[in-house]
């Protein structure tokens, strides 16, 4: 089966200062791989994907995720954190089996930016 | 916003009562998916329909049932209602069926059962 993890359940990091939540993924053939973001009270806002080509994928709001297929890791990124980034974050999987096409979700990383 | 209408934003019911979510999905989308969110199970997926067919089935339970009408919007609904069914559900869309596709995420529906 398809799978993501997300290794650290909160993320603290100061504005400012660049920020980075990880995700690895187990997956038979090729990886499609996203980030989505969930801030309180709200839906699942999607933020970027990898499909193939650029290694380096730039999505929305200023953050950016590095897929290393040798680490088989697809952390999610950006330079400078915002307090209003401050939200849920879920890595998630393309996933084929048993039929559909679904996403599988991680256990989500809760980030904290602070002044 | 994303597109992805669902309806009721909250709902509050009692044990052992049958609730029905509706979602609209985001203009021509022919996929739709419903995920629910707990705090002790994450995210799950239960179910996707394409273009009014059943494609995929999750974790869902037998009290509860879905369907995709032929103007694409869906419903799911949620019978002999249990104390643990209280989450939040979200419905999905995307275009087509190619695995590239983005899967866009309603604002979801509160459930509690009280």
């Known amino acids: 089966a398809q799978s993501v993890a997300q290794p650290e359940d909160q993320v603290n990091v100061a504005e400012g200062n660049p920020l980075t939540v990880k995700c690895t993924y187990s997956?038979?053939?090729?990886?499609?791989l996203f980030w989505y973001v969930q801030y309180p009270n709200r839906g699942l806002q999607f933020l970027l994907k990898y499909i193939t080509g650029d290694n380096l994928v730039k999505g929305s709001y200023g953050f950016e995720a590095e897929f290393n297929k040798s680490q088989t890791s697809f952390h999610l990124k950006k330079p400078s954190a915002l307090v209003s980034d401050s939200a849920l974050y879920f890595c998630a999987v393309r996933d084929l089996t048993g039929g559909g096409n679904k996403l599988t979700f991680g256990t989500g990383t809760q980030l904290k930016v602070e002044l | 916003d994303s597109g992805v209408t669902q309806t009721p934003k909250h709902l509050i019911t009692a044990t052992g009562q049958r609730v029905t979510l509706r979602c609209s999905p985001r203009?021509?989308?022919?996929?739709v998916y419903w995920y629910q969110q707990s705090l002790d199970q994450g995210l799950q997926f239960l179910i996707q329909?394409?273009?009014?067919?059943?494609?995929a089935k999750g974790n869902i339970l037998e009290r509860f049932s879905a369907q995709q009408f032929p103007d694409l919007h869906s419903e799911l609904n949620l019978s002999s209602l249990e104390l643990g069914d209280s989450a939040l559900y979200f419905c999905?869309?995307?275009?087509?069926?190619?695995?590239?596709?983005?899967?866009?995420f309603g604002e979801g529906s509160w459930l509690t059962v009280v």
């Open positions: 999905a869309s995307s275009v087509s069926w190619s695995s590239g596709n983005t899967i866009y």
């Open positions: 203009s021509g989308d022919l996929s």
């Open positions: 997956v038979s053939g090729n990886p499609y």
């Open positions: 329909y394409y273009n009014g067919e059943e494609r």
